[in-house]
């Protein structure tokens, strides 16, 4: 069975997941819930963004690796698709 992708040449996750529904009008409504504690799109967005800023600050450039230790909290989709929003790629996941 064949399975072909149709993605563009140049693609990036943070833009399809967290930016386009920003562009969708989706800003105020809730796309994380952990717990007791909830963000909507535009939330994520403006971390993800202070993140991805934060990065680069850093000095981190495209296809370099970025380690995220963190909980799993709402915290670290921010940090995942920040990561993902500049270029550079996360280090697998430690269990």
């Known amino acids: 069975m064949d399975f072909k992708l149709n993605l563009p040449e140049k693609f990036n ?11 969708e009008g989706r ?22 963004n202070r993140v991805g800023n934060g990065l680069r600050s850093l000095g981190v450039r495209m296809e370099e690796r970025v380690a995220l230790l963190l909980l799993d909290t709402e915290v670290y989709p ?11 790629s996360r280090s697998a996941s430690i269990p």
């Open 13 to 23: 996750a943070a833009d399809y997941f967290v930016d386009r529904n920003i562009r």
């Open 27 to 48: 800003a105020d409504k809730v796309a994380v819930l952990c717990e007791d504690r909830q963000l909507t799109y535009g939330q994520v967005q403006a971390g993800v």
């Open 78 to 88: 921010q940090a995942f698709f920040g990561a993902i929003k500049i270029g550079a």
